[in-house]
């Protein structure tokens, strides 16, 4: 048997026995979670699998309020209320209005570790492999079958491996290499499989940009993404796993950032992705730094250090949703939230209604928008008719304050 890719071995960790790609196989979970947008569906389906069911743990269970909120309706109010009297009755996590982005709040709160399976009924749940664990997005009936038993099953995937090397230029970040990798792989250039992310350049990467590439991995398609842990650090004692130098990928792309100039994805896929210089002058209406990608303290700090002291360009408005209330505090108390706030930026709760477009944010017809989440398809922040680039966030602040998509000076 040659050597395991990290998702294997994961696998083969919580089986108790070795397995392969392509096998199926039956686990126990480290944690589950829902939002606002999957979990009442989750309750129902659960609450017709026994009579008076329970929870199989639930201190690993959490639900959280980020989708739409606050209630921007009757409807949806009821919902949130379903939440919070299931999470009373269940005696689970429940993380209220404004606490932050789902994704953000499971490692900021440790509910996934290193190591870990963890299962979310949001398509973005690999964003936990910034962190080493093989994270999965479900649908919301196989989430209630998780919480009654503690275990889902899986086909084993391929992996694909992407090494990056070399060191990034000044305003460049790792949402040019996600984006970059999205553009080369495409939307399907992953499907069912493992992103497995090595190599020199992410050895002194933060938390935060391992994040953003762990994150991205659902525009190629893929079941999970997982970022080589060596370099990262924890506020907790933990022990890390690495693939084997044998393994066998399905694929394997070489990256380097050496010379790599800011991306950006024009509408509408993310996978159309262009060097910012091919685009320079495009006029822009909005700008939106958020979402489970882009909206974390260095994400912020970042476009402070552009705007401080200066203003967004007249007819041009910039939102921003930090990812979580922790976030915000923090940016409030290094002076980020003010330079943002002096510069003409609009703060929005903790959450992700502008990216979703359930509230927050949505465009006019015919608008461009410039932002730093995740996906740009016809209609994904609530307007068939706008027009989404995705960019990073020193981009989506460059683009605020000149009125158009411009060279960035971090």
């Not at 026995?17 to 009442?40: C, F, K, N, R, S």
């Not at 921007?72 to 949130?80: G, I, M, Q, S, T």
């Not at 320079?280 to 250090?305: K, Y």
């Amino acid at each position: 048997m040659s050597g395991q890719t990290l998702s294997e071995k994961i696998i083969s960790q919580h089986c108790g026995y070795a397995v392969q790609a392509g096998e199926l196989a039956i686990v126990p979970i480290d944690g589950a979670m829902a939002t606002d947008a999957t979990a009442p569906f989750a309750i129902r389906a659960f609450r017709q699998l026994a009579d008076a069911p329970r929870l199989w743990d639930a201190q690993k269970v959490s639900l959280i309020l980020d989708h739409a909120t606050p209630a921007p309706n009757e409807r949806v109010a009821n919902l949130h209320r379903l939440l919070r009297d299931f999470s009373a009755e269940q005696g689970c996590h429940f993380y209220d209005v404004g606490e932050g982005i789902c994704h953000q709040l499971m490692v900021e709160f440790a509910h996934v570790k290193p190591g870990d399976i963890f299962l979310g009924a949001d398509s973005h749940t690999p964003t936990y492999g910034a962190l080493g664990a093989f994270a999965v997005g479900v649908g919301s009936t196989d989430l209630a079958a998780a919480w009654l038993t503690g275990k889902t099953w899986l086909k084993v995937p391929t992996s694909v491996k992407v090494e990056i090397t070399g060191t990034l230029s000044r305003g460049v970040s790792a949402k040019d290499v996600a984006l970059q990798v999205v553009g080369r792989l495409g939307i399907a250039g992953a499907t069912y499989e493992t992103v497995e992310f090595c190599g020199s350049a992410l050895h002194d990467w933060t938390l935060a940009s391992r994040m953003v590439l762990a994150n991205m991995v659902a525009e190629m398609g893929a079941k999970a993404g997982l970022v080589d842990v060596t370099g990262l650090q924890l506020p907790y004692a933990w022990t890390p796993l690495h693939a084997d130098p044998s393994a066998q990928y399905r694929a394997t792309h070489s990256v380097d950032i050496s010379h790599l100039r800011p991306q950006i994805a024009r509408p509408h896929t993310p996978d159309d992705v262009a060097p910012i210089d091919e685009l320079l002058g495009t006029p822009i209406h909005m700008a939106f730094i958020g979402s489970c990608t882009n909206a974390r303290l260095e994400d912020l700090q970042v476009a402070a250090q552009i705007l401080r002291g200066k203003h967004i360009a007249p007819g041009v408005r910039l939102l921003i949703a930090p990812a979580s209330r922790r976030v915000f505090n923090a940016a409030l108390l290094d002076g980020t939230i003010a330079a943002l706030s002096e510069a003409g930026a609009t703060f929005l709760v903790s959450g992700c209604g502008p990216c979703v477009g359930s509230l927050g944010g949505i465009p006019g017809d015919h608008e461009t928008i410039i932002s730093s989440t995740n996906r740009n398809f016809r209609g994904r922040m609530g307007n068939p008719h706008a027009h989404i680039y995705l960019a990073s966030p020193a981009v989506v602040a460059t683009a605020a304050l000149a009125g158009e998509i411009a060279n960035v000076e971090a």
